[in-house]
């Protein structure tokens, strides 16, 4: 589970980002550490199990953070403050929802008897998907997931995300949406931008193009303060849409990354 060269790799690269002035980029590779480093942590302490865990790793995890403490001291990347700094905001623009409630309730629903994610089933990993869908997706990392096991990650963080200001509100004030449309065409799509670093100007630009096709209209700029106010309520969702990516990228299962979700989200 714990991917050394993924760490090493990607601090490799940052010494080389770093040593060519590429201050944004380099940024970005670190970033990508931490917010790896933060995942594993929560898999070493709360899901892994005894068989899984190794002293080498949790001694590897260490010297990362380490590493990154050492880094941060150098170039100021302020890591543990932006973490307290983004519960400290999400706490005050509302009070902490109960994710672990909603957690319970979401992943309820596909523990029933016929649901394919129970623990108490075993099943084969090939009725998740179709024998020809196998052979056209052979480099595709998720092809073994279904769509519904993907879907667990994005509504987990859709439903976060919602409590974090008055949705029903939201919906009624967003011109000419209705709550599918801003689920699916702003919601979802701003926190996946910002969790891959786009500018609000980039994530507008992408949704008024988007917007267009389905007979939407909205001034550019009243779209970008709209962006630019619920990017700085979203960010335990934006910092866990990214965290949710880069597991998937190393082979965590939807179910497993939603209850590490549920350690961030809920504060």
């Known amino acids: 589970m714990i991917d050394k060269n993924f760490y090493l790799e990607n601090l490799s690269a940052f010494d080389i980002l770093i040593e060519d002035?590429?201050?944004?980029?380099?940024?970005?590779?670190?970033?990508?550490?931490?917010?790896?480093?933060?995942?594993d942590k929560i898999w070493l302490r709360d899901v892994a199990t005894e068989e899984e865990i190794f002293e080498e790793d949790a001694e590897f995890l260490e010297e990362v953070e380490e590493e990154l403490k050492e880094l941060d001291e150098i170039y100021e990347f302020r890591f543990d403050e932006f973490y307290k700094l983004v519960q400290q905001e999400m706490k005050k623009?509302?009070?902490?929802?109960?994710?672990?409630?909603?957690?319970?309730?979401?992943?309820?629903?596909?523990?029933?008897?016929?649901n394919l994610f129970s623990e108490e089933d075993d099943f084969d990993e090939d009725d998740l998907y179709d024998e020809e869908e196998e052979d056209d997706d052979d480099d595709d990392a998720f092809s073994h997931l279904s769509d519904e096991e993907l879907n667990l990650i994005e509504d987990f963080i859709l439903l976060s995300a919602k409590t974090r200001f008055n949705f029903p509100q939201f919906v009624q004030d967003f011109p000419d949406g209705d709550e599918v449309f801003v689920e699916g065409e702003f919601l979802l799509p701003l926190i996946a931008e910002k969790a891959f670093g786009e500018t609000d100007t980039e994530i507008a630009g992408k949704m008024l193009s988007s917007f267009m096709m389905l007979g939407y209209q909205i001034d550019r700029n009243e779209l970008i303060k709209i962006i630019e106010q619920k990017g700085k309520e979203l960010g335990l969702e934006i910092l866990a849409f990214k965290i949710a990516a880069d597991s998937l990228q190393q082979g965590a299962h939807p179910r497993d990354i939603v209850r590490q979700l549920g350690q961030l989200l809920g504060g």
């Open 21 to 39: 002035d590429d201050r944004q980029q380099a940024e970005a590779v670190v970033y990508r550490v931490f917010s790896m480093l933060q995942r």
């Open 93 to 114: 623009i509302q009070p902490t929802p109960n994710v672990d409630l909603i957690k319970d309730d979401y992943v309820d629903e596909y523990e029933d008897e016929d």
